[in-house]
């Protein structure tokens, strides 16, 4: 069993999970559940990434699956749940071919630090990889 990450929650990089797009409450503090794409505040890496891996794509919410405790982020950290309250199965959730690719799937590289700065000082609307 592994407990849902909620809005508040820190990783390992002692960052915060930010912005929670579900509606769903969950736990005994009613925190808002964190799903894939939603947002994490990196102080040691410097900017807001979002969760890129989920221990069961099944489970989701408006079709977009939750984040559980040890899900990572896109520059690496890895969530860190503070309720264990609300629980969900998540081994043997993905079978086969799914799972392994899952698994194997390399992270996307963020963008750097300069690259959104040069666009926050341009006015870009779009910050593309090189």
């Known amino acids: 069993m592994s407990s849902f990450a909620?809005?508040?929650?820190?990783?390992?990089?002692?960052?915060?999970?930010?912005?929670?797009?579900?509606s769903i409450a969950v736990g005994d503090g009613g925190r808002r559940a964190a799903r894939l794409g939603d947002l994490v505040q990196c102080p040691k890496c410097n900017g807001t990434f979002p969760i890129v891996t989920t221990q069961n794509p099944a489970m989701t919410v408006d079709g977009v699956p939750l984040a559980f405790h040890g899900d990572k982020t896109s520059c690496g950290a890895v969530l860190i749940a503070a309720?264990?309250?609300?629980?969900a199965n998540v081994k043997g959730s993905m079978e086969g071919d799914a799972a392994a690719a899952t698994e194997s799937a390399p992270l996307a590289p963020t963008i750097c630090r300069e690259c959104l700065a040069h666009a926050a000082e341009?006015?870009?609307?779009?910050?593309?990889?090189?």
């Open 6 to 22: 909620c809005e508040g929650d820190s990783t390992t990089h002692g960052g915060t999970i930010v912005s929670v797009s579900s």
């Open 83 to 87: 309720q264990s309250v609300t629980t």
């Open 122 to 130: 341009t006015g870009a609307s779009t910050v593309a990889r090189a």
